[in-house]
């Protein structure tokens, strides 16, 4: 064993596919997650592909006191990632508090108790939502951080700020600071996947839930932009890849690896592709037609923004290995799980 790891939020969608990874790679997870916006299946799920059953702690993550007691109960925790969030744009406009509170008091918990317990290493699910619409593409990490568009943006960009002033006023761990880019697909053995609650707002669960026929038809926001097709660009980043991100990042802290004690890094390929292309791509990918509808644009959206992942690539060695096609196969692989299951 390589070490304990806790994977906060490790119920989720990318916390599971995390799991997984640092359990293939050696680590004793313990995953705690107050199952808020998941489902305690998922450790099954995470079980079936491993063989291994992590440590599962059912709790609140703004509970210091339950915290302190899971540091008790599972001594010698090496590294935290902390995905544990709420994270819809749209509801974080509508309820700001719930997303400071939860966004800042979890992560807050977490950096006071970690020099008590030794923790040497902190993971930050961060975004790429900090640098707004970047002024030059690819972007890279010496973007500037533009003024947050929403309240769950802002505690991104607040949390990364309270990392760093704490490790500058000498708290005794480090940290990396990982800005995805969108993350998509499931585990190629359907096993886990993105399990999004009511009407999806991204698109590619929308996209699977309307070529399944749940949903009659997807709305594409705008194609009237500045792109060639007149769509929104993203870089759609597979979530395995973007897990085993984790599980590196983690390696570079715990083997003294790192150049600074505070490190960030993009998460993406580095290719843009805009919402009419993903669209196609995923036609191809499966054979199933997308019903869909073009509409107004979609407030606060970007226009374009993909990744500059040199950093992440030079200095992690990591590299989004997986194509689109099979990326989207892997979606629609689990749609189809969840039907045969009855979810959904
Ligand atoms: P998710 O909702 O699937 O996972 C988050 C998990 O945290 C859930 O299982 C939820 O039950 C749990 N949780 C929330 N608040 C908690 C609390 N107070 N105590 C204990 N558990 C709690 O989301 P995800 O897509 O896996 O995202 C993980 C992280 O990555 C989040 O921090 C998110 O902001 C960040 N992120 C996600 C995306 C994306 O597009 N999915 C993009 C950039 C950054
Ligand atoms: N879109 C549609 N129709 C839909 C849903 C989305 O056309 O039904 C379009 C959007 O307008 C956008 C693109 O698809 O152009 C991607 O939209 P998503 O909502 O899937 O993703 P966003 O880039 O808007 O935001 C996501 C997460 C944020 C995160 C950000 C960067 O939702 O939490 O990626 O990581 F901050």
Same mark, same amino acid.
């Given at each position: ?31 705690? $997650? ?69 966004? &800042?008091?979890?992560?807050?918990? &977490? ?53 760093? $002033? ?68 993203? $870089? ?40 009419? #292309? &993903? ?42 290995? #997986?194509? &689109? ?20």
């Amino acid at each position: 064993m390589k070490g304990k790891i806790l994977v906060t939020g490790g119920a989720g969608y990318i916390g599971s596919h995390t799991t997984v990874e640092l359990q293939n790679a050696g680590y004793e997870v313990v995953v705690l $997650d107050n199952l808020s916006n998941s489902n305690a299946d998922v450790i099954d799920g995470i079980e079936r592909i491993t063989g291994i059953r992590p440590a599962f702690v059912k709790m609140d993550l703004q509970d210091k006191d339950a915290l302190r007691n899971l540091f008790e109960t599972h001594p010698g925790i090496r590294g935290i990632i902390n995905f544990a969030a709420s994270k819809a744009v749209g509801e974080s406009v509508q309820k700001p508090l719930l997303y400071y509170r939860n966004n &800042l008091v979890t992560l807050l918990n &977490l950096l006071d108790l970690m020099p008590q317990y030794g923790v040497e290493a902190l993971v930050f699910s961060s975004s790429c939502t900090v640098y707004g619409q970047p002024d030059i593409l690819p972007v890279d990490e010496t973007a500037p951080v533009k003024p947050a568009l929403s309240p769950y943006g802002n505690t991104k960009q607040i949390c990364e700020e309270i990392i760093r $002033d704490t490790i500058h006023a000498g708290a005794p761990f480090q940290s990396i600071l990982l800005r995805y880019f969108n993350p998509v697909g499931a585990h190629p053995t359907a096993e886990i996947g993105e399990l999004p609650l009511g009407v999806p707002q991204n698109l590619l669960p929308y996209i699977t839930q309307t070529a399944i026929g749940i949903r009659e038809q997807l709305s594409v926001f705008g194609d009237d932009y500045d792109t060639p097709d007149g769509s929104c660009i993203r $870089d759609y980043i597979n979530v395995v890849d973007l897990a085993k991100a984790h599980v590196i990042a983690v390696d570079r802290m715990l083997e003294g690896k790192t150049k600074e004690n505070v490190e960030m890094f993009n998460l993406g390929t580095g290719t843009g592709v805009s919402v009419l #292309e &993903l669209i196609r791509t995923f036609e191809k990918a499966t054979g199933v037609k997308v019903n869909y509808k073009i509409v107004g644009r979609r407030e606060g959206d970007i226009a374009k923004v993909w990744a500059n992942p040199a950093r992440a690539n030079n200095e992690l060695g990591w590299v989004a290995r #997986e194509s &689109l096609e099979d990326t989207l196969a892997s979606a629609w692989k689990w749609q189809l799980r969840l039907r045969e299951k009855g979810i959904m």
